[in-house]
């Protein structure tokens, strides 16, 4: 059974960092794209950031550019989000997902992900 967690949410003050990490299990992801979004409250899930199945291209919306960063460890079969510069419109629950290689991907586009967790929270006060 296909499982991501993600874990490294929490309370953070405006400005610092965070970083997030999701564990995957029950396969190999090192041919998978990887992707992070995340939901506020009172709104709609919104891209975070993305990377290709080799590491080769990494995706984020304007909103965390230059803030946050996508890696992956696929010895460890886990991916990270280093987030910093924190701003409390940055609150919301984190979500990794996952998205085969061998389909057509649009980073930004939940519809290609197919493998979920099931969040994590960040709030950042101000």
């Known amino acids: 059974q296909v499982q991501l967690v993600e874990s490294g949410g929490g309370l953070v003050q405006a400005g610092g960092p965070l970083r997030l990490s999701c564990a995957a299990s029950g396969r190999t992801f090192s041919s998978w794209h990887m992707g992070w979004f995340r939901q506020g409250p009172g709104k709609e899930r919104e891209f975070v950031a993305a990377?290709?199945?080799?590491?080769?291209?990494?995706y984020y919306p304007d909103s965390v550019k230059d803030r946050f960063t996508i890696s992956r460890d696929t010895d460890k079969n886990t991916v990270y989000l280093l987030m910093s510069s924190l701003k409390p419109e940055d609150t919301a629950v984190y979500y990794c997902?996952?998205?085969?290689?061998?389909?057509?991907?649009?980073?930004?586009?939940?519809?290609?992900?197919?493998?979920w967790g099931q969040g994590t929270q960040v709030t950042v006060s101000s």
């Open positions: 997902a996952t998205a085969p290689s061998y389909r057509t991907w649009g980073p930004r586009d939940a519809r290609s992900y197919t493998y």
């Open positions: 990377m290709t199945w080799n590491g080769g291209n990494t």
